[in-house]
């Protein structure tokens, strides 16, 4: 299996097309061991597959649909985000969470629509301060994920989740190494004890506050299959730096044959 390091922009509502081709212009070297994407505003995805088509970044949204069409004012669906070329698709950031009311149902619903029109979904899970204080980070996590693994079954592999703390994201600070190790190891042994095997194939990023200072401390920790970068994500020479950063952590690819 490839060890590359995944590096996933978020625009977040940023951006406009001269600044896709700006990205564009940067990308157009490769570095091995990082697979590099951003998440555009939808009106952007056209730009972006013009733009990134002929470089090693590729693109995807920041949410989808739960359903496939239909009288849905104002949603899009997968399969619209997939007709632009799209690779990715955030499912469940805080931002949703907390400003849409969206729910772990209707997450799972998303998840499974994104998996059906070929989008790999990456899936943000993450505790509050007040939870984190309050030691509930586990159970959230738990609560967060446990729909999903369940509704999932062998296709949980497919998927990529993101551990963003929301106390993190903005907040220019980041959590420490340590207690990133931790957390993704609680969420890859949960995935473990109850999806068994596929759980081994599901790549946990981590998101909030990361940047070209932070960024190479962070994807060198093992647990690590990546990061889930915000504000960083807009300039394109600190986005390329933390792609740099990706590539030196990387280990080298194992065959499946071996
Ligand atoms: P940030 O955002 O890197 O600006 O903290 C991360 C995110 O919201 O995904």
Not at 127 to 152: N, P, S
Not at 170 to 193: C, K, N, Q
């Amino acid at each position: 299996m490839s060890a590359a390091k995944l590096v996933i922009g978020n625009w977040k509502m940023n951006g406009s097309a001269s600044q896709v081709r700006a990205f564009a212009n940067l990308a157009a070297c490769e570095w091995p061991g990082c697979e590099a994407a951003l998440c555009v505003p939808y009106p952007l995805l056209p730009a972006a597959q013009m733009a990134f088509g002929a470089t090693p970044l590729r693109w995807g949204a920041q949410d989808c649909s739960a359903e496939d069409d239909g009288a849905f004012t104002g949603e899009v669906s997968a399969r619209m985000i997939r007709e632009f070329g799209a690779r990715y698709v955030i499912v469940g950031h805080s931002e949703r969470r907390a400003g849409h009311a969206e729910t772990d149902g209707q997450i799972v619903g998303k998840v499974q629509h994104a998996l059906a029109a070929g989008l790999t979904p990456i899936v943000c899970v993450g505790e509050k301060a007040e939870e984190r204080d309050g030691e509930q980070t586990a159970m959230v996590l738990r609560r967060q994920l446990l729909q999903l693994v369940r509704a999932l079954g062998r296709d949980l592999g497919s998927i990529v989740i993101a551990y963003e703390p929301v106390w993190a994201i903005g907040s220019g600070d980041a959590a420490a190494p340590g207690m990133i190790d931790h957390t993704l190891g609680f969420i890859a042994d949960m995935l473990t004890f109850h999806a068994g095997s596929s759980a081994s194939a599901v790549r946990i990023l981590y998101g909030g506050s990361v940047n070209p200072r932070n960024a190479e401390a962070i994807l060198s920790r093992k647990p690590v299959a990546g990061v889930l970068v915000g504000s960083a994500a807009l300039a394109p020479a600190d986005f390329m730096d933390i792609c740099k950063a990706a590539a030196r952590c990387s280990t080298p690819a194992t065959s499946d044959a071996t």
